[in-house]
């Protein structure tokens, strides 16, 4: 396959974040289907009870996940910055440290994702009649979580150096692939939760090889020497310093999940059920957004490698009225049709008005996502990854967890608990909005500006 990395530190800003965010759009809604298929499987075929298992483990996995996804993100950043700079030893040391590290986190997700599925369920104070089935799906996916690290890694690294279609390809064979099986696994074989955890693993598993061959049959900077394999200390202290807060700040905030899920699970396994659903429709709604925040960190990072600081700052403002116009349109379109969507992924009534009732609230607050996701990305690009961090986890951990004590001190009930999320968007855009324009970025490119018009 021919080479689609991108030099985005010339030509027109809103064209390269459209080619690149374009492909990460529809590779982000191909994952969704991951989950998602999962969910309509067990929720047309099996039951509610399976339903809410699946989609109450969310919170657990992105756990574990949300951390190495985090160090992903670090190395992404390090590796667009020295393709930027036409670093190409740089490059391949930082590839191949980004390789061996992945190796070692799939050892340790697997152990330790194995170790916390008892605790966090009681934790989550999971019903009886969903426990044995939420325990069976976890310890599956965990056994095979080393497929969907080796792919966010992998395919981090092509995304660094402008590659978003490979990455895009390889997951569409992979979502189809898990579609296939789960229909297979759950009507053909009369597997339950179980099928469609390994239909899960499987495809992950596919997607991780495609990649990683991708990866080595490369002969640029950027591709896998495997018998040049180490870690390198430059490296992986660029690595750890940008992705470790990424990685904190990905894992506490899943993990601040659970309070809320264990609150979503007070309701009991119909409103767990319709909570499920609505995440999916929300996963979806988002997509846009996350695909253009994933780009302006690309975008960043290479000019900012390339010492462009106007052409970085102006590619945070573009991206941001991306952002708003897609998520304003798509926000719409959800709160229009929310009953259909959500009677697609299940038949039953209580089911589906709970999830109606998540969307009705949420909805409207949509927008504000769009400020916290550009300007925590552009931050990362120039190698800022602690003030996004602190920032995130003070709104959506900190705040939050306090916001829910006290509606359930109250006792305000189910509409209070479900803008415990909104409120903390709001929270979290507002401060780091504050933090964008006081940071070099914004300074810097300000700077360009009057130094060329003078």
Not at 238 to 244: E, N, V
Request: charge should be positive; aromatic fraction near 12%; hydrophobic fraction near 50%.
């Amino acid at each position: 396959m021919a080479r689609t990395d991108s030099d985005m530190t010339q030509g027109a800003i809103w064209r390269h974040l459209l080619q690149f965010s374009l492909p990460m759009a529809v590779g982000l809604l191909f994952q969704q289907l991951y989950n998602t298929v999962d969910t309509v499987v067990v929720g047309q075929f099996v039951g509610k009870e399976a339903q809410a298992a699946v989609g109450s483990t969310g919170a657990i996995i992105n756990t574990i996940v949300g951390f190495c996804a985090g160090l992903a993100t670090g190395a992404s950043v390090i590796i667009s910055q020295r393709y930027g700079a036409h670093d190409h030893k740089g490059l391949s040391k930082a590839v191949n440290t980004t390789i061996t590290l992945t190796f070692l986190m799939s050892v340790l997700a697997t152990v330790v994702g194995q170790l916390i599925i008892d605790p966090m369920l009681r934790f989550m104070q999971t019903p009886d009649n969903v426990m044995d089935e939420a325990h069976a799906y976890l310890s599956i996916y965990f056994y095979g979580v080393s497929g969907v690290l080796f792919y966010n890694m992998g395919s981090g690294i092509l995304r660094a150096v402008g590659d978003s279609r490979r990455p895009l390809i390889f997951l569409i064979i992979s979502a189809l692939l898990n579609t296939v099986l789960d229909l297979a696994f759950v009507l053909g074989l009369g597997m339950k939760v179980d099928g469609v955890a390994y239909a899960t693993i499987l495809s992950q598993i596919i997607s991780a090889l495609l990649i990683l061959y991708t990866l080595t049959r490369e002969e640029s900077a950027y591709g896998i020497r495997w018998k040049e394999m180490s870690i390198d200390r430059q490296a992986l202290k660029g690595i750890l310093t940008i992705g470790l807060p990424s990685s904190i700040q990905s894992a506490v905030t899943a993990f601040s999940n659970v309070f809320v899920q264990s609150y979503i699970n007070y309701f009991g396994d119909a409103c767990m059920a319709g909570y499920g659903i609505y995440n999916k429709v929300d996963a979806f709604a988002l997509v846009p957004v996350q695909a253009i925040a994933m780009s302006s960190t690309t975008f960043v990072g290479q000019n900012w490698g390339a010492r462009q600081k106007q052409r970085a700052r102006d590619g945070v403002r573009t991206a941001v009225w991306m952002s708003l116009i897609s998520t304003a349109v798509l926000g719409v379109m959800v709160y229009v049709l929310a009953r259909p969507l959500l009677g697609f992924f299940s038949p039953e009534e209580e089911v589906v008005a709970y999830g109606e009732r998540f969307i009705r609230i949420v909805t409207p607050f949509y927008i504000t996502i769009c400020f916290n996701q550009i300007y925590a990305g552009a931050l990362r690009g120039i190698g800022d990854a602690t003030a996004p961090t602190v920032i995130m986890l003070c709104s959506f951990v900190v705040f939050r967890q306090i916001y829910l004590a006290v509606t359930r001190l109250l006792g305000l009930g189910f509409v209070a608990v479900a803008l415990a999320y909104p409120m903390g968007w709001i929270m979290c855009s507002t401060l780091l909005f504050i933090r964008y324009r006081g940071s070099a970025l914004f300074r810097l490119g300000m700077a360009e500006t009057k130094s060329v018009s003078e």
